[in-house]
């Protein structure tokens, strides 16, 4: 059985949803290149990747073929527990999926995921944009869960590992860590959001418009506006800040 799916592709978009099967299919809707990209099954893992071409070939792809992109559709069958993803400009779309690991690292491209749902979860974004839409549902075990983008609605968790969130979200933020601090940089002001953060045996710090406020144990605010942030951890420490996360 299939259990794993690496996909790379540039200048190209993808989408994944659920399927009965690994397998990929092709928007012919605009000039489309078939030779440019090989699908293949190495061992237990599906694999999307560009042919290795010769330079003058591979420039012609990458900036002369009129700004067009292929567009792929990935069916993601249940026994799959891990997604790979590199993506250089092209979007990228993931729809109801439930996974052990979650990999995507992208370059000027949106991501775009809905429904989602992984043990492992690493999402990163450069020159582009990640959208969560409805809600985002991932819980980490033995790892970091770091997650760039913007959302409506999110609930990180991990039990031996860090979360680090850095964007925008407009409605809830949920996060949990058993064994692990708890880091959420929202790029938006805080002074109005609704807070609950706790910790057993670390510190809260919330930072916001310049000013820096540290707590013990718990800190409860009742903000007027309509985004709540819950964020608490048992050994490690809270951070919330609308600072940028620091490198």
């Not at 989602?116 to 980490?140: F, H, T």
């Not at 590992?161 to 949920?174: A, D, I, M, P, Q």
Request: glycine share 8%.
């Amino acid at each position: 059985a299939i259990t794993a799916m690496e996909i790379s592709l540039r200048n190209a978009s993808a989408d994944f949803a659920p399927g009965t099967a690994a397998s990929v299919e092709f928007d012919f809707s605009g000039d489309f290149d078939p030779d440019r990209f090989e699908a293949g099954i190495e061992g237990n893992t599906f694999c999307l990747r560009e042919k290795k071409l010769i330079p003058s070939v591979f420039w012609k792809h990458l900036f002369c073929n009129n700004h067009q992109k292929e567009v792929f559709s990935f069916q993601v069958p249940s026994t799959v527990q891990k997604l790979t993803l590199r993506s250089l400009n092209g979007a990228t779309g993931l729809d109801t999926l439930s996974l052990t690991t979650l990999e995507i690292s992208a370059t000027n491209g949106k991501i775009t995921g809905d429904s989602l749902s992984a043990s492992s979860c690493r999402i990163q974004a450069a020159n582009g944009k990640i959208v969560l839409q409805d809600s985002l549902d991932d819980s980490a075990t033995n790892g970091k869960l770091e997650i760039t983008g913007d959302c409506s609605r999110a609930s990180l968790n991990s039990v031996n590992g860090k979360v680090l969130f850095e964007g925008t979200c407009s409605e809830y933020l949920t996060s949990k860590s058993v064994n692990g601090s708890v880091k959420l940089h929202l790029s938006h002001d805080l002074a109005d959001a609704s807070i609950h953060a706790s910790t057993t045996t670390g510190k809260i710090r919330l930072v916001s418009n310049g000013r820096t406020e540290s707590y013990t144990k718990t800190f409860t605010r009742s903000g007027i506006s309509a985004f709540t942030i819950q964020a608490s951890t048992v050994n490690g420490n809270v951070l919330l800040s609308d600072l940028p996360a620091e490198n």
